[in-house]
């Protein structure tokens, strides 16, 4: 039997001493005083819950790297792989008579089963937050501040969230061939011009829709994108989508708006998000350190039929970035 190599921890795990956890308690210190300041509460669900509580309204990526165990009594449970999943569990069962608006706030691991090699973490400490039962313009806008706000708390100067909106892309795709449609989304994904134009003439995508795939990889950059994008609008749907990131736009303040770039082709949330969908990055860090938007249709899978919108950032990822005197 070969020898148990105790000295080591399994792949995607890690040890954090010293300055490793005070760089992380700092950063769940900011996050807890400014979320709390805004009338966030803490909820802490299970670290381990039903594997159906992630497999119901997260999607097949997300079921595909749970990490499942048989409990004592032969249930398949599964470590918490997402927080969002949890609360809206947590919503439609004990806090299904809470008063709305409701706020909460979070911080700790999600655990997910990550291939070895290529530096992929399969514990991950997170923070974020949910608001639940608003479903107007000011309510994105309160999370999109929320999550600058931390950003700044930190000292951490140079981020940008790019924020869309799902509601723009989703009628471009309706109506599709599925097979042609999935080809289009990882053009759009790319942001390949020619793939869309030849998929858009391949698939028959009626003029209006075709001129408005082929303009997406351009659809970047500050407020004034939005005009341009409105008159590629295709449909009610997508026009509804621009009017309410102007609407977002015209709420932020010239500072907040100084960190926020629209990104009209940003589809990674295409099964997901209802409205809003937006990614944080920060200068020097190669990926997205946070994720968010509005998922009105969630709740419901949970026995809670009420709107929402929220985010998570990447614990590990801001502490990293603050400076070694915060160690």
Request: glycine content about 12%.
């Amino acid at each position: 039997m070969p020898t148990t190599k105790i000295a080591t921890v399994p792949p995607g795990s890690q040890d954090l001493v010293a300055g490793d956890v005070r760089r992380r308690r700092r950063v769940q210190h900011a996050w807890f005083d400014l979320a709390e300041r805004g009338g966030y509460q803490e909820v802490i669900p299970p670290t381990f819950e039903y594997e159906e509580v992630f497999t119901r309204g997260a999607g097949p990526g997300l079921a595909a790297r749970l990490i499942r165990f048989v409990d004592r009594d032969g249930r398949l449970v599964a470590l918490r792989a997402d927080f969002t999943s949890a609360i809206a569990r947590l919503v439609g069962s004990r806090l299904a008579g809470a008063e709305m608006p409701l706020r909460l706030c979070y911080a700790g691991k999600v655990y997910r089963q990550e291939p070895e090699g290529g530096g992929r973490r399969r514990e991950l400490f997170q923070l974020g937050a949910e608001l639940i039962g608003d479903g107007g313009a000011e309510a994105d806008v309160e999370v999109l501040r929320l999550a600058i706000r931390v950003l700044k708390a930190l000292r951490i100067p140079d981020f940008q969230l790019n924020l869309g909106d799902i509601g723009f892309i989703r009628p471009l795709l309706a109506g599709l061939d599925p097979d042609g449609a999935d080809a289009l989304r990882v053009a759009i994904d790319r942001k390949d011009r020619a793939a869309l134009a030849d998929g858009a003439r391949t698939l028959g995508a009626p003029a209006a829709v075709a001129r408005a795939l082929v303009e997406l990889p351009e659809l970047i950059g500050r407020g004034e994108v939005l005009n341009r994008a409105r008159s590629l609008a295709s449909s009610p749907d997508a026009e509804e989508a621009i009017e309410r990131l102007k609407a977002i736009d015209g709420m932020l303040t010239a500072e907040e708006r100084e960190h926020v770039v629209y990104d009209l082709g940003e589809i990674r949330g295409l099964g997901y998000y209802t409205g809003i969908q937006f990614e944080v990055f920060v200068a020097g860090v190669g990926r997205a350190v946070g994720f968010g938007g509005r998922y009105d249709g969630l709740l419901g899978l949970y026995g809670a039929e009420r709107p929402a919108v929220g985010f998570a950032l990447q614990t590990d990822d801001l502490a990293e970035l603050l400076p070694e005197a915060d160690a």
